[in-house]
């Protein structure tokens, strides 16, 4: 695919839009002032040509929204810290942020948070614009960022030291490093000719539990503002697979900038799943490089439990105390952290395996065997947790699937590959029990699709694409929708699996 560059970064917000943009309104703007003429009004020829020679103003861009998955690790857990390989898939629990473009007059550009109580405004015309496009610092939208410039980190304090102000210390520094991210990306990409717009994100996915929602964000950001740009061609149904990993590397490439900012020297093992959906294959045997990423683009889309267990973990602990048991027993040890690279590479071949039916009990007991198998080395390192074994107890006891930990344990979430055919009223009793003993239980789908848009922000409501109408998602609406079920059906997901009506996403399955 050729890729074009747009001039000064900004181009789609003057109406130049580019041939493979979405249309602005979905409406035919060349149209504008003309239709309505034969309405029964009397117009003279000259007020008529006078209309019709006007110059015809860009209309704003419609209220659209992005979305993004979550994801979990499936194998490979600890084992990845000492460089073997580990598998992470995307989840259905996903972010959702809501884009809305303000009138000419409002120069201000929003972050809206309200799931962490954040809300914070900035003057467009006040940001520092000069010291991010001097020549030597401009950056594209195709451009590969690998480090953060430190003289651009310092010209956006001054408008990060203010953010929730008022806030105790934790929760100021989370808020300060969103708006930090949020700025570096937009000035980075933007221009001081932006009109003000409102960025406001819900997400369904519970936070600090390992489920990826840092990057879910950074992705939800990168793929709007890339959007703004007029930088990304479809998602559409049509779209050559080739074309759509381009579009999926460039918004990923950017996630990983916000992803840089937030977490200093994050794996992008995170942003590549939450960016292109299904699974990765992800090893790195050498810190100072980056992490070879080996992606699943036909991961099937499987039933998943995911439990919360509502105790707090500490990743870092659970590395360290692995890290001391290797030190103690160093071929021990090393021979469980081989067997569970083992496990991660015979269950990628398993998925890719023609036969591999996701309707088929045999294929899902054998991932699901791989599933305990890992959960069983990775109790032998220490890093379960007894809320995590008893909730293998419970579903062991119901014989609804197979069960283990995901992410660095010692509390934390575990994940349930459920068995075909689980009858509701088993998973009603397991649902009951959990809820007693004060877990969270979602019911998900593993290997999700990655970033999503619906553009312009309307459900059709089952109606045909061509018909007008349908309802539309405001802020009020949006702002308003109680919990993750009112969230999901303002969005339009419905039914077992997930669908989503009127959003696309781009496909890169082979």
């Not at 969103?178 to 000719?193: E, R």
């Not at 036909?298 to 973990?313: A, G, I, Q, R, Y």
């Not at 569970?340 to 990628?348: E, F, G, R």
């Amino acid at each position: 695919m050729t890729t074009q560059r747009v001039t000064n970064g900004h181009s789609g917000f003057h109406g130049d839009t580019e041939p493979d943009s979405p249309s602005t309104d979905g409406s035919d703007i060349s149209d504008t002032g003309i239709k309505g003429i034969s309405n029964g009004s009397s117009i003279t020829g000259a007020n008529q040509r006078r209309k019709m020679n006007r110059k015809k103003s860009s209309p704003m861009m419609p209220a659209f929204m992005v979305s993004a998955p979550g994801k979990v690790i499936v194998f490979g857990e600890h084992a990845a810290v000492h460089g073997k390989a580990a598998m992470a898939a995307a989840i259905s629990l996903r972010s959702y942020l809501l884009v809305t473009t303000l009138s000419k007059s409002k120069r201000t550009v929003t972050l809206r948070f309200p799931d962490i109580d954040f809300n914070h405004s900035w003057n467009i015309d006040n940001l520092p614009w000069t010291t991010f496009q001097q020549p030597a610092k401009k950056k594209y939208y195709y451009d590969l960022v690998t480090d953060l410039d430190p003289e651009l980190v310092a010209a956006i304090q001054p408008y990060v030291a203010n953010v929730s102000a008022d806030k105790p210390s934790d929760i100021r520094k989370v808020h300060q490093n969103s708006a930090g991210a949020f700025l570096y990306m937009f000035l980075s990409l933007g221009s001081q000719s932006f009109p003000g717009c409102q960025y406001t994100l819900r997400s369904t996915i519970p936070i600090g539990a390992g489920l990826g929602s840092s990057a879910t964000i950074a992705v939800c950001m990168s793929a709007a503002l890339l959007l703004q740009l007029r930088t990304l061609s479809g998602p559409h149904p049509d779209q050559p697979a080739e074309e759509a990993r381009v579009q999926i590397e460039r918004i990923n490439r950017w996630a990983f900038v916000y992803e840089m900012f937030i977490h200093g020297n994050p794996s992008g093992v995170d942003n590549t799943v939450s960016a292109q959906g299904r699974a990765v294959v992800f090893q790195r045997p050498d810190y100072s490089k980056p992490p070879s990423v080996r992606p699943l683009h036909n991961f099937p889309k499987l039933p998943l439990l995911l439990v919360d267990t509502k105790t707090p973990k500490s990743t870092a602990h659970e590395v360290a105390k692995v890290g001391r048991l290797k030190d103690a027993h160093p071929k021990l040890v090393g021979t469980i952290l081989d067997a569970i690279d083992k496990v991660t590479n015979t269950s990628a071949d398993l998925i890719n395996e023609d036969n591999f039916d996701t309707e088929n009990e045999e294929s899902l007991r054998r991932l699901g065997e791989l599933m305990t198998i890992n959960h069983g080395l990775l109790v032998s390192l220490g890093v379960s947790h007894p809320r995590l074994e008893r909730v293998r107890e419970l579903v062991d006891h119901q014989g609804i699937g197979w069960t283990k930990l995901t992410g660095a344990g010692g509390g934390g979430c575990s994940i349930t590959l459920l068995k075909p055919g689980v009858s509701r009223d088993k998973l009603d009793k397991l649902e009951e029990q959990l809820d007693q003993e004060g877990y969270q239980k979602f019911e998900t789908t593993l290997g999700a699709d990655g970033v999503g848009v619906l553009w312009p922000a309307v459900l059709k409501n089952g109606m045909d694409e061509d018909d007008e109408g349908g309802m539309e998602i405001d802020l009020d609406k949006f702002l308003s929708a109680e919990g993750n079920e009112g969230v999901e059906r303002l969005v339009g997901v419905h039914g077992g699996k997930g669908e989503r009506e009127g959003w696309k996403f781009w496909r890169v399955e082979t």
